[in-house]
């Protein structure tokens, strides 16, 4: 069974980095075909794609956040982790990561695909 569980700081100061990990169970980040994606909805917006990794480690970012955002991994273990700077209270938002079996990005993450598989999500907070 496929499990998707993100982790990290719930608040971070106005101006610093927000560094979260997405593990992953019961399959590997290197397998064919699949896409390993960070996606947020801000309060009161729609979701919001940030980027993904490929399964060969290529990454692909949202224009908009492109200059701050960061996407790597550890497959030793089986991790993946989005780093955005500079962050402000805008920011704000419950972050998802997710696997998908394309390279979507956009509107795609507006409605979840029973192909896909999503972490429950975690509420961070950008607030001094």
């Known amino acids: 069974q496929v499990q998707l569980q993100e982790s990290g700081p719930g608040l971070v100061k106005p101006s610093q980095t927000l560094s979260l990990t997405c593990t992953v169970s019961?399959?590997?980040?290197?397998?064919?075909?699949?896409?390993w994606a960070w996606i947020r909805q801000p309060p009161g917006k729609e979701m919001e794609w940030i980027g993904y990794?490929?399964?060969?480690?290529?990454?692909y970012y949202s224009p908009s956040l492109e200059s701050r955002t960061s996407i790597s991994r550890d497959t030793s273990k089986n991790q993946f982790t989005l780093q955005l700077s500079s962050v402000t209270p805008e920011d704000t938002a419950v972050y998802y990561c997710a696997r998908v079996d394309g390279p979507y990005r956009d509107s795609y993450y507006s409605t979840r695909s029973p192909n896909d598989y999503w972490g429950q999500g975690m509420q961070v907070t950008v607030s001094s």
């Open positions: 990794i490929a399964h060969n480690g290529r990454t």
């Open positions: 019961g399959t590997s980040i290197t397998s064919d075909y699949y896409y």
